[in-house]
């Protein structure tokens, strides 16, 4: 997770940081943390799913009974998702959609809504299924929304005989524990007498999540028919979820302007904040961290006094970003239509807990600049529903076969959308047949997430004050486009005073167990270079204010790095001041570019080996890993097994069971992004 630490999709957070963006090159939040759902890069975790952020919620009256609401609306199929940013949801949606082509019925539903202990009764249902769409979050562990049904996998003893399942997992390679969630579910289930009539589905985020899960998909319902003796009804039909309602005379009191739960949240605003009602924190400081270069490094400060916010060091911060209005407008323009038209999209099936795709009556502009996400490029099934709408047979013809997972399909869905980045802007712009209803597109396009970043603070010292540090997302694209992160860029042009008024950035906190040893008297060694340097700013600041209180504060290395110590050496007034109060006892930088050899964190690591093994297998030190988890994390991990081979007369075997060890004390842990 988090701009410093954004995460993706094991939504693997393996966390426990974070401060910049996570997703590949877009800063979608922290989604490492996650379920291997989508995220960014930098500290941040954007997690892109942000469990079921997706819609206002039905009243707490609501039916708890899946297997009574099934009856009652005739559903044969279920399909339960754990998601973190939104992608397991998403998924789940597809394949409940899918049930109709087969004469079958399904509903999507959230295992946090529903008695879980019921599944047991699912055989009272004739050809039922129950599909399970499953993110990892963290270090294998599941998504929120998913906690009390792994609980209860874990605690009882049920028979489940009679039960028919599948499922599909959400994961990301990079990540140690990979798809461990939607594995142990899958194994859980038939050690409880499920019969598995289909073969679990692993789906990487780290090479292509969207094909991984199309393939799977398209293999599943042809078996699905033959288990349940049906056919497939011919072409897939295009449903559509919700209607649109125009709203001509309405009290505009009653229409939602980027609010994320109750009506007029941001306006009057009442304690505790959470995802659904996020704290309007003023931007106190916003500056430029790097002193020369062609990135943005930026260091910004927001105020939650009076919020009755409290964190800790290691905590992430989740904010709620904006989409770029020129490309709001743009998308207005080429659609043909009046963006402040109040409109609401209701779900045809009253039965469905989730009434609209996102707070509703709104606006279009509303919805496309603070619900939606119109920045990453549209998954197979978009393109797939939009189709219809291509006036040119070739257009057409093109975005059906991007859908199938045939290999010259997902070769130009590769190429044409995921390689060239193309954003549904980009399309309509690049396919001038393709000129959809944009109510259907408002219907397709998925929840725009919050971004979690690696807090950059201690509460101990900033009691009323929330540090960020994040990198600004911004590449051309094969196409000639210019690409900006969503999250980044819409921080960077938070000033502090904007129009005499203040910028304001909507925000909560989510706990983590990125945290400090409980004796003080610990040394640490904390890893991270670039923005992964974000939550040891806190942790630095926490040691000193320790050590001020007259504290016994174990030895405390920092190892960071950057490009160059001219340009981007971040927070060096800072880290130099550390040292010199003895704060930090050891500080090391590696500056990659500012020699013909590159140097990094895990050769520095290599060059200590002596003090480090000291600190780890005498002193009992602690050891904190935050940023990149594709090479960095690795690569310092392999440097801790050759310095335990070496220094531990161990072999790598041993090394490796070594840290594992470390690992499950808690005294090795990673806040890392993919």
Known sequence: ?????????????????????????????????????????????????????????????????????????????????????????????????????????????????????ELSRLAEIGNSLAIFCMATYGEGDPTDNAQDFYDWLQETDGQLNGVN???????????????????????RLEELGAKRVFDLGMGDDDGNLEEDFVTWREQFWPAMCEHFGVEASGEDSSVRQYELKEHNDINMNKVYTGELGRLKSFETQKPPFDAKNPFLAPVTVNRKLNKAGDRHLMHLEVDITG?????????????????????????????????????????????????????????????????????????????????????????????????????????????????????????????????????????????????????????????????????????????????????????????????????TVPMYIRKSQFRLPFKASNPVIMVGPGTGIAPFMGFIQERGWLKEQGKEVGETALYCGCRHKEEDYLYQEELEEAEKAGVITKLNVAFSRDQEQKVYVQHLLRTNKEDLWRQIHTDNAHIYICGDARNMARDVQTAFYEIAEELGGMTRTQATDYIKKLMTKGRYSQDVWS
């Open 1 to 117: 997770m988090v701009q410093a630490g954004v995460h993706t999709t094991q939504l693997h957070l393996v966390v426990k940081c974070v401060a910049a963006p996570l997703s590949s090159e877009f800063d979608s939040g922290v989604a490492s943390l996650v379920d291997t759902e989508p995220s960014a890069m930098g500290c941040v975790f954007s997690m892109p799913e942000d469990r079921s952020a997706a819609a206002e919620r039905a009243p707490s009256t609501q039916e708890t009974s899946f297997i009574e609401k099934m009856k009652k609306t005739g559903r044969n199929i279920v399909v339960f998702y754990g998601s973190q940013t939104g992608t397991g949801e998403e998924f789940a949606n597809r394949l409940s959609k899918d049930a109709q082509r087969y004469g079958m019925k399904g509903m999507a539903a959230d295992p946090e809504e529903y008695d879980m202990s």
């Open 165 to 187: 399942y599948t499922v599909f997992a959400l994961g990301n390679k990079t990540y140690e524990h990979y798809n461990a969630m939607g594995a142990y579910v899958d194994k």
């Open 307 to 503: 919020s009755k916010i409290r964190y800790e060091s290691g905590d992430h911060v989740a904010v709620y970003p904006t989409n770029d209005t020129v490309i709001v407008n743009k998308l207005g323009q080429i659609l043909g239509v009046d963006l402040d038209s109040v409109i609401s999209l209701n779900n045809l099936d009253e039965e469905s807990n989730k009434k609209h795709p996102f707070p509703c009556p709104t606006t279009y502009r509303t919805a496309l600049t603070h619900y939606l996400d119109i920045i990453h490029p549209p998954r197979t099934n978009v393109l797939y529903e939009l189709a219809q709408y291509a006036t040119d047979p070739k257009d057409q013809e093109n975005m059906r076969k991007m859908a199938s997972s045939a290999p010259e399909g997902k070769a130009l869905y590769q190429s044409f959308v995921l390689e060239d980045n193309r954003n549904i802007l980009a399309i309509l712009e690049d396919l001038p047949s393709l000129r959809p209803p944009i109510d259907h597109l408002c219907e397709l396009m998925p929840r725009l997430q919050a971004r979690y970043y690696s807090i950059a603070s201690s509460s101990k010292v900033h009691p009323n004050s929330i540090h960020i540090c994040a990198v600004v997302v911004e590449y051309t694209t094969k196409t000639g486009r210019l690409t900006k992160g969503v999250a980044t860029t819409w921080l960077k042009n938070k000033l502090v005073a904007d129009n005499g008024h203040k910028s």
